[in-house]
């Protein structure tokens, strides 16, 4: 039993027992469920179970030939294609559900002016997607302090959008040299005017700065480190005069 094939049918919905009786099926055809049992190593007396199970799914064809039940796949490229089709539908009726729901917030969300504070949150995606909030938010320029040049679909967005606008979009790259999967991400920012200048660093923290009003802090690149976002006055001009100093000593990207 190729444990890899039953893993990416099981992203497909399928349990793992329900899996493999759909490869072997698939495989060599009709079977009856003792003959089901051995090549899946599922115990007999729990096949039946998970037969019926695919059945009621209309994954398979039952034999009413004989004394012995067959049983074999429909075909497996139509149900495969059907399974996908399925979560399509269920995605896109999800989309529309999150858009009311968000619609229905918004109604409700009273617009109290934020205090100056700091706060904290966790893990390299939700950093990510805070920084392209912030740029979405940006109405005059969005500075970033990067090693990986990383990006998210949303992210990439918000940096075409804000480019577009005319926002001033700086990235300070603090490694020393671009690894090949870094450099074609450098190449990407570069192409949408984001620009961008090297200065290697021995500490190298992660940081967004947007229109003096917020600003976003990862002292490193742990994909479940901490990072900071505050809108504090003091600590605005701070980082952003740590910015200033190093965009001035650094050098163009090469390319």
Known sequence: MDKNLVNELIEF??????????????????????????????????????????????ILEVSL???????????PSQI?????????????????????????????????????????SQGKKNFLEKVSTM????????????????????????????????????????????EKLDSARADWYSSHNVKIRTMPLKIQPRICLVDDKEVCLRVDNEYDSEFIWSNNPALINVIRSYFEVLWINAEPLKK
């Open 13 to 58: 919905g399928f349990s793992d027992y329900e899996a493999r009786v759909f490869l072997v099926l698939s495989m060599k055809g009709s079977l009856t469920a003792s003959d089901i049992s051995k090549n899946t190593e599922i115990p007999y007396s729990k096949v039946y179970e998970i037969l019926n199970k695919l059945e009621s799914k209309s």
């Open 135 to 178: 740029i979405k938010n940006s109405t005059k320029y969005a500075y970033g302090i990067t090693k990986e040049f990383s990006r998210i679909p949303e992210l990439d967005q918000q940096i075409i959008n804000a480019t577009k606008k005319g926002i001033d979009v700086r990235l300070l790259s603090i490694t020393n040299g671009l």
């Open 65 to 75: 030939n004989g004394r012995n039940k067959k049983y074999k796949v429909s075909e």
């Open 80 to 120: 495969i294609k059907r399974i996908v089709e399925e979560r399509k539908k269920n995605a896109d009726a999800l989309d529309k559900k999150a858009e009311e729901i968000l619609k229905k917030i918004k109604k409700r969300t009273t617009n109290e002016e934020l205090k100056e504070s700091i706060w904290t």
